[in-house]
């Protein structure tokens, strides 16, 4: 037992050396202090309108209303669920956003929790739901827009439209501004919305014609997840633009406010896409913010999503899930595997990092021919000579068992509700408010459950998830070091 013993405290020894050896970025040193706090809401859990409460697509917290009373932390964050329980297609699952308080009593870096309090320093309570809707006040849907378009009116651009007629809606990431209105990515489009605080759409911002899903020479944001009855688009895949369910999965502000930035999950077809093996090179959007009604177009760049061997030793590329800006020039972005995990199949996740991505000393493509869709800046997956891509550092592994096994949680066997679940989707920052520590931040990360329950309630339907699947919404909190943010702060 002595020995067991001296075995897991080593373990925690070398998960905390290496958590906190710096990551260099562009000749910036930033830290991963480790976990400091992990919490859960059920996956029973109920919204206001009676259905099952799905969680991080995206985040964002309310840094405004971040307090500090001792060693507790207190506030409140925007959680994105996407379009709904969608296992056996696409259903008409109301597009909303969730509000959750949170209060946080962190541990200290590299110390365990107290035993049997081990998830317990998150305490994360469903506030309020709050529904999205058009610009007309109609609901939103999350219905696949096979073969609908919304033709363009007044300032409102084309937009997906489902059969029955409504706002088709797969949003992915959100953005809350200092005026209470919000930015929210879209995976249909794939376009970045404004939202006002009551949730009804403003404006929408379509992007370059080269990530514009084109189907027989014309837009068409289906993406092959048909709703009861309903067929298949032709063809399959788009000829050109985002791949189907690979939109704009990472939106952020920076954060002087200037600049919003979007990545597109995976690369555009044209650019290797049409591949799982060649899908590497995908495209950071940096919008001039300084109109919020007509964000313009700055600057473009090529981002290599991480590459990595599955455990059958086959090549893959992770999916970008999430971004947080830290600059104009440099972001936070979390990219993963997908099929492993409590809720699927297979057991361990071979690849779930954050990694920096510095866009400093990368080609600018916007604007130019590359932002055309028969142009490609990677055709069949090699990157155009001319062009010299983002950098990425890796951060923070999340499947590190070290960091993990602390707070009770694992990546690998058995598959249990300790396992961390498949998908990784949702990160914010908060200050952690010492004087003595300025540039030290709480990172929120929390999963997309996929509204995975055995007690499920949606469209006026219950449901249970296959296999006894009872999924919960997971918060890890990683306390870092990130030089410099604070005076980049508006």
Known sequence: MKHLNRTVALGAALALFTAMTPALADGVAYVNKGIVGVGRIPASQKDKFGETFGSGSGMAIDTKGWSRDGAIYKGSLWLLPDRGYNVAGTSDYRARLNTIAIELTPTVPGASPVAGQEQAGVNATLADTMLLTDDKGADATGLDPLNGVRQASGDMLILPQADNGKLALDDEAVVRLPDGTMFISDEYGPNIYRFSAEGRLMSATQPPAALVPIRHGKPNFASDNPGPGAAEPDPKDPETGRQNNQ???????????????????????????????????????VYDASDLAHLKLAHEYVVPLPVFKDAKGKTKVAAQSEIVALSDTSFLMLARDSGNGQGVKGDESVYRKINIVDLSGATDIANGPFDTADKPVAPKGVLDPSVTPAKLTSFIDINDNGELGRFGLHNGAPNDGNNLSEKWEAMSLAPVLDPKLPDDYFLFVANDNDFLTQDGFQVGAPYKAEDGADVDTTFLVYQVTLPGLSSNTQ
């Open 247 to 285: 939109g704009l999965e990472g939106v952020s502000m920076t954060p002087d406010g200037k600049f919003l930035i979007a990545v597109l999950q995976s690369a555009t077809r044209q650019d290797g896409g049409d591949s799982g093996s060649t899908r590497q090179n995908t495209r950071a959007l």
